[in-house]
């Protein structure tokens, strides 16, 4: 559970855009390993007021202030992965931004740990919590750990920070999307500030355009015209190789009907309104007739979905194989040239699609609006607009340094006319960091291709410094987003693609490839389609106790029928298991919960 | 006394960090199994964490499943267990039987370097080419065979368990039998010749008594994972379509436990686990030395 949710760093790394692309190819210029500066208990705690921004004196505007001596914040960062973080010499500890951070902001960043991968910080995390250790001032947690830290009461509160310091428009998504906040929350008290993702990722269908015009098909608008094309694409052998090896649908069923890519939430939601997950029970909760949740992959209209899907399977439009194979593996299918429909979010246009065009030179993966159903319904799910919370040691007494830094950080997001913008920051952080001037130009990638001399390059071989290592460590290294920032860019670009980028997110969407950006425009018009699953409650003790069998239970079940190895019919019959095996509780716990919770 | 403990002292002082060492690692930490009877909470510590008795084990047995994960683990481990032993020593015989010095060192190379990849890898490898349009079903489809979905279907998924699980492990299992066949004393062998016995009857009378120490202990040994069907192999290779023919302890465990951080219940299987294993070391070790006189240890 905890893998999948991490997925949900992708869209944020994915919109690093470029910068993490070039950074996987190029791989080199990776800094020293920093020693581990673990030594750093906060030495400033207790003369706070007389120096907290707002006292700077009033005529100052919002984003200039210095704390004057200055204070120290420890953190703590998974250091899993990242090529490309720093100028040779410099390290997490000290770069050009630490420095520029204490001479102008007078804020040092100390880590207490930094951890090759996420079970170690839990494994850190857990360890201070069973010696009562010292906890770093912020850092991020979810879960079970940040149910651990809630129960030990280890975490600071934050409601009084967040309406006296935080940016009106963090402000805003956390009453917006309220029902993020549940997990981080007891008996009141907001105890997290949650890392937003953009929300950008609901499924597209993929098609391979040029299939479609070589045996001249129409693009499909419906779930039966999209079943013609599954038919055509696995029979008519599109990719010319006089074989008989093409399938319709490349889709990953090993974790059943929805996972983070390949999944067929568009299919479920093209006959109903209730979407359907097996191997999570916190995931999908809708609401029946009657206002009272149930788990989508027991309501009976999940029946439709798995009769077309059975049928599909028997007739070899699908990847036979489809049950063992998880996500990146069913795209192999696809980018050998052996499949031309694949579901997913938009920017499999690069990765993995991409790829396609190493097999065959013309291929061309286009992103179509939903199919609809018999009843002209479409829908698909709303991926989770957060993953993590940023959460702060109950012993921190800085908290508003914190948010005057991510407030800066978000201001970068939104523009030069949001009044935390810091004019220092317009063309770039860091000049020869993360862009460089040619010219009166600010180029921010692809330096060779720009023609900047190789001195100017911010690595020796010209990749692009990931930034979030130097910028970021305080907010978990992860550029602070709000659910849908990007929408507006999208649209810009998707208008004119040669538009001048004015903001970090722009610059992020301009970076994407040209069947990325139509795909995320396709994905931005139909987000009034998404279902959001409505229980965002905690793990109750029912799902601890039972999940992981119903879990296995459903999932079997649903390969079981669309392999054809059991009838339609036994849907009856594991619905009755699933709720003589724990789902009946679990049933009944979610849904005094939504009675408590719903607005 | 005196003078054994001075000629001595030094041998004591070698093994002294060794002792050290397997107390501070192996000893102490079973301490801590203690949290199997607890549920225990790390924040709380082993002392302020609440006793819930044998609730873990009691969980363990009542859940629907765990007679299917049981059996199967059973099945798949036993199964991997004999074919193990089997499959090494008749490898090492024949390889034994090799005159050619050179030719035997390459082929010993060559087989023992599956061990080394590890599971992961070799499971993005086996759905390639145990897949229906698989080179091993192609190779099938040549004599006339329907292709078989090797990784999908509850038995054969069983059988590719076991038979990957042999040819990935068995060249380095027969390392250790290799080492005990150029033990042997030549003498026997040019007695027997002198005797005119058959290379049949030599491998016989000679070659397989003088290594039957070295089988029984190994076989023993492996008795102690009794209840490891190889967790990382089947982590890899199952998925929904085989979960009743291939979910183990291990695999369910790591959904249950520890994917949500539940040690007690983690260490709670562990400790059967082991519980079971030392039992059956036990007994084999008696029976080995009642029946065919042997002292393993």
């Known amino acids: 559970m905890m893998r999948r949710r991490r997925w949900t760093i992708l869209p944020s790394a994915v919109l690093t855009g470029s910068l993490l692309l070039t950074a996987c190819t190029n791989g080199g210029g990776d800094g020293d390993p920093e020693g581990a500066d673990a030594s750093a208990p906060a030495a400033t705690n207790g003369e706070t007021a007389s120096q907290s921004p707002a006292a700077n004196g009033e005529g100052k505007p ?28 410099e390290t997490l500890t000290n770069n050009s931004h630490s420095r520029w951070m204490e001479e102008n902001l007078g804020i040092i960043t100390k880590f207490d740990w930094i951890v090759g991968k996420f079970e170690d910080a839990d494994t850190k995390i857990r360890l201070a919590l069973s010696t009562n250790g010292k906890l770093p001032d912020t850092f991020t ?113 090993k974790e059943g009907p929805w996972t983070w890519m390949g999944q067929t939430d568009a299919i479920a939601g093209a006959f109903s309104k209730q979407l359907l997950n097996t191997y999570d029970i916190k995931l999908f909760w809708n609401e029946d007739e009657n206002g ?31 049950g063992i194979k998880d996500p990146s593996k069913a795209s192999e299918l696809a980018v050998s040239g052996m499949a031309g429909v694949m579901f997913g979010p938009y920017w499999m246009g690069s990765w993995p699609l991409g790829d396609t065009a190493k097999v065959d030179p013309n291929a061309q993966w286009q992103a179509y609006p939903l199919p609809a ?37 978000l201001a970068k997001n939104l523009g030069p006319e949001d009044p935390y913008f810091d004019p220092r920051f317009e063309k770039g952080f860091h000049e020869g960091y993360d862009y460089v001037i040619k010219d009166g130009k600010v180029i921010t990638g692809n330096y060779e291709a720009a023609g900047v001399p190789k001195e100017q390059w911010p690595l020796p071989d010209g990749a692009s410094i990931d930034m979030r290592w130097m910028v970021y460590p305080l907010t978990g290294t992860g550029n602070p987003l709000l659910p849908y920032m990007n929408a507006e860019a999208i649209k810009k670009f998707t208008a004119d693609p040669n538009a001048e980028a004015t903001s970090p997110i722009e610059q992020s969407v301009k970076g994407l490839n040209a069947a990325q950006l139509a795909a995320a425009s396709v994905a931005v018009s139909e987000q009034g389609l998404e279902i959001p699953n409505r229980y965002t409650g905690p793990l109750t003790d029912g799902m601890a106790k039972h999940g992981e069998f119903l879990q296995k239970l459903a999932t079997e079940s649903y390969l079981h029928i669309i392999y054809g190895e059991k009838p339609l019919s036994s849907f009856d019959e594991f619905v009755a298991q699933f709720y003589k095996n724990g789902g009946d509780v679990i049933t009944k716990e979610v849904n005094e919960w939504y009675k408590a919770n719903k607005k | 006394m005196r003078n054994y403990w001075i000629r001595t002292w030094p041998y004591h002082a070698l093994l002294l960090p060794a002792v050290l060492l397997c107390l501070v690692f192996s000893y102490v930490p079973m301490a801590g199994l203690v949290i199997a009877f607890q549920r225990y909470e790390p924040w709380m510590g082993i002392g302020g964490s609440e006793w819930v008795g044998l609730e873990h084990f009691r969980y363990l047995f009542s ?35 090799l005159r050619k010095m050179a030719l035997k060192r390459v082929i010993q190379t060559l087989v023992y370097l599956p061990h080394f990849i590890s599971w992961v890898v070799l499971g993005g490898i086996l759905i390639d080419i145990l897949g229906t349009g698989g080179i091993v079903n192609r190779f099938l489809g040549l004599w006339g065979i329907e292709p078989i979905f090797f990784l999908g279907h509850g038995d054969w998924f069983r059988v590719t368990l076991v038979a990957s699980d042999v040819w990935k492990e068995f060249g380095f ?12 004393n030549p003498a026997l062998y040019e007695a027997a010749e002198i005797d005119g016995a058959t290379k049949w009857k030599q491998m016989l009378y000679v070659t397989l008594p003088s290594i039957l120490p070295i089988i029984v202990v190994v076989g023993t040994l ?21 979960y009743s023919k291939g979910d183990i302890i291990d695999t369910f465990v790591y959904r249950v436990g520890l994917t949500k951080g539940e040690f007690s219940f983690g260490t709670a299987v562990g400790l059967f686990k082991s519980t079971v294993g030392l039992f059956l070391i036990v007994l084999s070790y008696r029976l080995a030395y009642r029946i065919a006189n042997y002292r393993i240890f």
Request: aromatic fraction near 10%; charge should be negative; glycine fraction near 6%.
């Open chain 2, 173 to 184: 299992s027969a390392i250790i039998f290799l080492a005990a066949l150029s033990n042997i």
């Open chain 1, 292 to 322: 009272n949740l149930v788990y989508g992959a027991v309501h009976p209209d999940a029946k439709k979905y798995l009769e077309t899907m059975t049928s599909w399977m028997a007739k070899g439009y699908m990847d036979k194989e489809a």
């Open chain 1, 62 to 89: 919002k984003w200039d202030f210095k704390y004057d001596p200055p204070i120290t914040i420890t953190t703590a960062v998974v250091d899993e992965n990242r090529p490309n973080a720093f100028k040779p010499g």
């Open chain 2, 63 to 97: 859940y629907p499943d765990s007679r299917q994960v049981i059996v199967n683990t059973l099945v798949i481990a036993v199964s991997k267990l004999i074919l193990q032993l089997v499959v090494p020593i008749v490898f090492a015989l024949m390889l034994n039987e």
């Open chain 1, 141 to 253: 947690a979810q879960g079970d750990i940040l149910k651990d830290l809630l129960k030990a009461d280890r975490l600071l509160p934050l409601n009084d920070a967040i309406e006296k310091y935080a940016h009106p428009k963090l402000k805003e998504a956390i009453e917006k999307y309220s029902y993020t906040m549940p997990e981080a929350t007891k008996d009141g008290k907001i105890y997290g500030i949650p890392r937003f993702g953009m929300g950008d990722e609901g499924t597209v269908m993929w098609i391979r355009k040029d299939w479609l015009e070589k045996l001249s098909l129409q693009p499909p608008t419906t779930i039966a015209e999209l079943e013609n094309v599954l038919k055509a694409f696995s029979e008519r052998d599109p990719n010319g190789n006089d074989k008989d090896d093409e399938v319709g649908l490349a889709v990953p069923l």
């Open chain 2, 222 to 242: 492996s008795l102690g994972r009794i209840l490891d069907a190889g967790f990382d192999q089947i982590l890899n290779l199952y998925n929904p379509l085989v």
């Open chain 1, 373 to 409: 159903g018999p009843d002209g319904l479409k829908g698909k799910a709303q991926k989770p607009i957060y993953g993590s919370f940023s959460v702060f040691s109950k012993d921190f007494k800085n908290i508003e340094a914190w948010f005057a830094y991510y407030n800066k950080l």
